[in-house]
């Protein structure tokens, strides 16, 4: 398999919660740095070039914590995992300032998240 570089790799992981400020207290302690972004639908955080999200309330669909893989081309990269086997769970779609997120489960149905900035 020719080596492609498609993707940027895992630069964003998001984590369900279930109480925003108790886990925003915990990961300020945990990154040592304070939210980028805080609002009451999200608080992102960045440290040592990752972007930690934490999603209230099982928003977004997450049940787990997703890792987002950083691509230049979202529908490109979601064809070529799609025929190697992979499943589309969420299509792509503009999140704002141009920012495109899908998600996809391997075979297991482990959710692989894709980010296109």
């Known amino acids: 398999m020719e080596n492609n570089a498609t993707t940027q790799g895992i630069k964003t992981v998001l984590h369900p919660v279930t109480d925003l400020d108790a886990a925003k207290a915990v990961y ?3 990154l040592g740095v304070a939210p ?3 609002a009451p639908y999200y608080v992102g955080f960045e440290a040592a070039g990752q972007h930690i999200g934490l999603v ?3 928003a977004q669909g997450l049940t787990g914590p997703t890792a987002y893989w950083h691509v230049a081309d979202i529908e ?3 064809a070529e995992v799609v025929a190697a086997g992979a499943k589309i769970k969420d299509a792509a779609k503009d999140v704002g300032g141009g920012r495109l997120v899908a998600t996809i489960t391997d075979p297991d ?3 692989l998240g894709l ?3």
């Open 109 to 111: 149905g482990n959710v």
């Open 115 to 117: 980010i296109q900035d």
């Open 28 to 30: 300020s302690a945990l």
């Open 36 to 38: 980028v972004a805080d």
């Open 56 to 58: 209230p309330n099982g």
């Open 76 to 78: 490109a990269k979601i």
